[in-house]
Each structure stands twice: as structure tokens, then as C-alpha cells.
């Protein structure tokens, strides 16, 4: 696809009004539905590519753009970036990211995966899952999605799913975190973490663990959280273990606007499990990883973007206000 040039600027985060969008199918009842054209992002768009998913995209300039995880045809794990105008058709640079490091303990880049990217302040902040003698939260900004410069890495391993606030808290950058082992954790509870620097982190605060039978065996925070007068609203994913493997749900919960590692609700039922051929057939089976959320405040609409199967980006759509509802009415 090509893409129109663009503006630099960074986006008013008070004004979206050209987010995807498609309505409610007629009868469905769910708090999120899924886009009738997923899977947006198939696991070839770009030729090097054995699967594309578990990515991250924002508004940007009059578009969009996105920081994607990329397998290559060598099982390579890779972040690639990418644009588009509507936030459905995709131009993703075949070339991966090479962050500006210049300390080499940190820099030697091994492998990488699911980011998540947000705008604070002046900059668009990258976070993910970053190779450091086994997995941690890597940490970068940009400001034109052309450069990307690499600052400290925000854990020890083992780390996994690092998410920030869209907003400093208590003065300090904010960042929730799965802590995890090097293989495929099967535990898994999501803590909060703060920064005033981006480079030492403290305060951490235990936020929760598994509860319901469909979570039960972990948890991960997702997109960016939303801030919403009810409070933080945390779209998360959490992991069964059955007798086919783990199975990949997404679940809701509201956090407290000041004191975030309090939750204040939590629905004991998740908002979207793994039924379609594309989430549950491919690489890894039965997985819809949430990553990334796009909101339009004045309307409440939500885009949320998310892997299906390991193998492809898919997008689900919802109101803020009836996502807020589904919590009240199933909280634990």
C-alpha cells in the first residue's frame, strides 16, 4: 500500500474521530465485537515474513503508525514499523528497527517482541519483551517513527508484557509488568513499577493475580490503560491451561486513578476468547493477545488490536462506557 505523506506532528489525543470503526452485528450482545474483515494484518504482508501479530499501533501525524512483531521465514523475532491511513491497510517496512544504543551492554539487540507503544509528553515510548541474558522490558523513544533511540532496560530479567501509563503518576513514569521464568511461564501476576527517569525503577506494587477459571493460570497487562472517571480502565489477557494447551482470553478491570496497583473492579468473566479459524488455528493455537487500543473519548469507541494465534494482528471494536458496564455487572 502506498501511504500519502504525512505530518509529523503528533496526534491530539482529545480528537479521533477517523479510527476504524464497524458497528455492532445486529444481535451480538458482547462487550467487544470482532471487525468483519479479520484478520486485518495477514501473516504474509510483507515477503520475509512467517507471521506478523501481537503488535502495537497509535495515532500519528493524520494516520497511523505501529511498531509490529515480526517472525521472519528464520523464526527470527523482530520489530518492524509501519503506517497507514486508516488503520486498516498497512504499509510495514520489510527492513527491522535498528535502535540508536550507546552502550553495547544493552544495544547488541538478540531478539524481540509484543510492544506496546504510547505518547507522553513530547515522544512516542516503545516497550517490549527485549533478549538480556533472558527476557526484560527494552524501553525506547522516537519522535518521527524513523529514529528509535534505546534507553536502559527497564528489569532484570525475567520480564515480560511491560506496559506505560499514558501519564507521569505521583510525578514518576509508570509501567506495569508481568514478572516470569525464561520458558513459557506457566504463572503469572501483573505489578506496577515507577521511574523518574526511565532508567531506575522502584515503588513496585503488587496489582493482581488469577482469579477466574478462565485466567487461572496467568496474567498480563495488555494495551495502554485508559483513563476514564471511573478510573483506569486495564484490558488484559489472561491464560487457561487445558487439556489442549493454554488458551489466550482478554478480560477487564478499573484501576485507580492515583494509587493504579488498587483495583477498584474486576469482571470475572472474559470480554473475547479464541473462536474464529484465524485465532484459533496457527502457529500457536487458541490466542487472542490484546497489545494495543485505539479510543475516541468524545464518541467512548474502542479499537483494540490484538494477535491471533501467534500469527496474525486482528481487531475488535467496543464502547468504553459498556466495557466500564460489563465490569460492574460480572465484578468479582
Not at 479521533?16 to 504482508?45: A, T
Not at 511461564?185 to 488469577?210: Q, V
Request: glycine content about 8%; some cysteine.
Amino acid at each position: 500500500m502506498k501511504t500519502t505523506k504525512k505530518s509529523h506532528l503528533p496526534y491530539n489525543p482529545a480528537v479521533l474521530e477517523n479510527m476504524p470503526w464497524e458497528e455492532r452485528p445486529i444481535g451480538n450482545k458482547d462487550p467487544i465485537w470482532r471487525f468483519s474483515g479479520n484478520p486485518v494484518i495477514p501473516r504474509n504482508s510483507i515477503p520475509i515474513a512467517n507471521s506478523i501479530f501481537n503488535s502495537a499501533v497509535v495515532p500519528f501525524g493524520e494516520g497511523y503508525a505501529g511498531v509490529f512483531r515480526v517472525d521472519d521465514r528464520s523464526r527470527n523475532m523482530r520489530l518492524h514499523v509501519g503506517f497507514s491511513d486508516d488503520g486498516l491497510k498497512w504499509d510495514i517496512h520489510e527492513t527491522a528497527i535498528e535502535f540508536i544504543c550507546a552502550d553495547e551492554n544493552i544495544g547488541d539487540f538478540i531478539y524481540g517482541y509484543d510492544p506496546r507503544v504510547v505518547y507522553i509528553e513530547d515522544r512516542y515510548y516503545i516497550t517490549w519483551c527485549n533478549y538480556y541474558h533472558g527476557a526484560t522490558i527494552g524501553v525506547a523513544w522516537t519522535k518521527d517513527f524513523k529514529s528509535f533511540h534505546q534507553k536502559e532496560n527497564a528489569f532484570l530479567p525475567f520480564n515480560r508484557n511491560g506496559v506505560l501509563f499514558p501519564e507521569k503518576i505521583n510525578g514518576n513514569f509508570a509501567m506495569m509488568s508481568r514478572p516470569s521464568d525464561n520458558g513459557h511461564t506457566p504463572f503469572g501476576e501483573i505489578f506496577y513499577s515507577e521511574s523518574p527517569d526511565l532508567a531506575f525503577w522502584g515503588k513496585h506494587r503488587w496489582i493482581m493475580k488469577p482469579e477466574s477459571n478462565w485466567e487461572h493460570t496467568k496474567i498480563g497487562p495488555g494495551p495502554i490503560p485508559i483513563k476514564t472517571p471511573e478510573g483506569w480502565l486495564m484490558i488484559y489477557h489472561g491464560v487457561l491451561n487445558s487439556c489442549n494447551g493454554f488458551v489466550y482470553s482478554m478480560g477487564a478491570a478499573l484501576l485507580d486513578l492515583k494509587e493504579p496497583w488498587k483495583v477498584l473492579q474486576r469482571a470475572n468473566s472474559y470480554m473475547l476468547a479464541p473462536t474464529e479459524i484465524y485465532e484459533c488455528v496457527g502457529d500457536v493455537q487458541n490466542v487472542t493477545f490484546p497489545c494495543a487500543a485505539l479510543h475516541e473519548p468524545k464518541t467512548g469507541r474502542l479499537g483494540i488490536y490484538y494477535g491471533g494465534a501467534d500469527t496474525v494482528v486482528a481487531l475488535a471494536f467496543g464502547y468504553v462506557h459498556e466495557i466500564i458496564d460489563f465490569i460492574k455487572q460480572n465484578n468479582l
